[in-house]
């Protein structure tokens, strides 16, 4: 018998108040994703255990009930606490078509645009189509203001070289942790998926095959299949630290409220940033979004992954940066005419080659991973759980070809 152990516990994260009306009261959920053969007995659900409340974890368990398959979702604290509650929600089409991730992306945006038709995205969870801008903007200490007939004109800060990137055709973006909890909802009402709060102690490994797993306080809970979910705690687990790592990278955000949010537009920006005292650009991000908050993400840096989500603090030199940045875009921004509703960070996970790792485990039948989306966890994450509930289901992916993202590369590469 072989015993992997983890741990993942999370932190709640408050939503802008006209939200609260919209969404449905929402369970909070732990802990983690080639083939086995399929469903064997036609008559009795797959038991499948999704471990993690993340976005990754969420979209597995709603799309694998959605299967037949019986689901039990296992979180220690609250769902979408971490990254997936802390990310931008910025979805792109066609921005990773030079590599590897090209077909799960577009496979995925396109899930994202049939799932807010579904369940009333716009409404609910802030699912909007929104035109995508770039341009540099150095650091200046004046109070002089002039607007640039060529971007938005709440954009009043000294911008330069602006050009469209994306357009609402291409991008689109959610409220990542709206967007979450709205699918597990889903799930549990309509797919009779179990939410079980617990922190998961072990998987039980017989025979080399996923049998159960083991939750703090010795309740099992057995399993046909077992799915690991656990983001940048992915390699807090033995098992799969000896076959790949799986690093975090902290990212800072913050959201502000303009006290006149209709006069910010639907327009995305992804900036260079030169600070006043010279040195490299910075590359932060605006995203306004349609709860009439704007939400400001940068200054990221691998950092050591704390055991509890809740230790994960942002540092106060970048929260002070990324102000900056926000009070040199736009005097809509700028603290004082701006409420600040959120200083925070979260980890991003990453792996050493840059390819997230979706597939079973080498050696453990019945035990799936998926993990290491880095920055695109939020786009990626309803097909990367279609795909994962395929494979677990019918033992194989029709959405997506699997296999450039199979943790056996990693095997492979240690022999």
Not at 16 to 31: D, E, R, W
Not at 187 to 215: Q, R, S, T
Not at 237 to 246: A, C, E, N, P
């Amino acid at each position: 018998m072989l015993i992997i152990t983890s741990q993942h516990r999370s932190a709640p994260l408050r939503f802008p108040q006209q939200f609260y009306k919209l969404t449905p009261n929402l369970v909070s959920i732990c802990c983690f994703s080639s083939a086995s053969p399929p469903m064997d007995a036609p008559n009795s659900p797959k038991k499948v255990v999704v471990c993690g409340g993340g976005i990754i974890g969420v979209c597995t368990a709603y799309f694998l009930s959605k299967k037949g398959a019986a689901v039990t979702l296992i979180e220690k604290s609250s769902i979408a606490c971490a990254a997936s509650g802390k990310a931008g929600g910025f979805l792109a089409l066609d921005w990773c078509d030079s590599g590897p991730v090209s077909s799960l992306a577009r496979a995925s945006f396109n899930l994202h645009r049939s799932l807010a038709e579904e369940l009333n995205g716009l409404e609910v969870y802030g699912y909007r189509p929104v035109t995508t801008l770039s341009f540099s903007i150095t650091e200046s200490s004046s109070s002089a203001r002039k607007a640039s007939p060529s971007v938005p004109s709440w954009v009043d800060g000294p911008a330069k070289g602006p050009r469209t990137i994306g357009t609402t055709e291409t991008t689109a973006q959610v409220h990542p942790q709206l967007f979450t909890k709205t699918l597990l909802s889903k799930a549990v009402a309509d797919y009779g998926v179990e939410v079980v709060i617990g922190k998961l102690e072990a998987v039980k490994v017989v025979e080399e095959k996923a049998e159960a797993v083991v939750l703090e306080g010795g309740r099992e809970i057995e399993a046909d299949a077992v799915v690991l979910a656990l983001g940048p705690w992915t390699s807090k687990l033995k098992l799969l630290d000896s076959i790949f790592r799986v690093y975090g990278l902290k990212a800072h955000s913050i959201v502000v409220e303009p006290k006149d949010p209709a006069a910010i537009t639907a327009h995305v920006l992804f900036l260079s940033y030169y600070p006043a005292q010279g040195g490299k650009p910075m590359d932060p991000e605006v995203y306004p979004r349609p709860t009439g908050e704007v939400y400001i993400c940068g200054m990221a840096a691998e950092a050591e992954v704390p055991d509890d989500p809740e230790q994960v603090a942002p540092v106060p030199e970048s929260i002070q940066v990324l102000k900056r940045v926000g009070s040199n875009v736009s005097s809509h921004l700028v603290e004082g005419e701006a409420t600040v509703k959120a200083e925070q960070a979260c980890f991003l996970p990453c792996t050493d080659d840059s390819v997230p790792v979706i597939g079973e485990i080498p050696g453990v039948k019945g035990c799936y991973v998926a993990t290491g989306h880095s920055c695109w966890g939020i786009l990626n994450g309803p097909a990367t759980g279609a795909a994962v509930a395929e494979l677990v289901v019918n033992g194989c992916s029709s959405i997506v070809d699997l296999s450039p993202f199979t943790p056996a590369r990693f095997a492979r590469h240690r022999k």
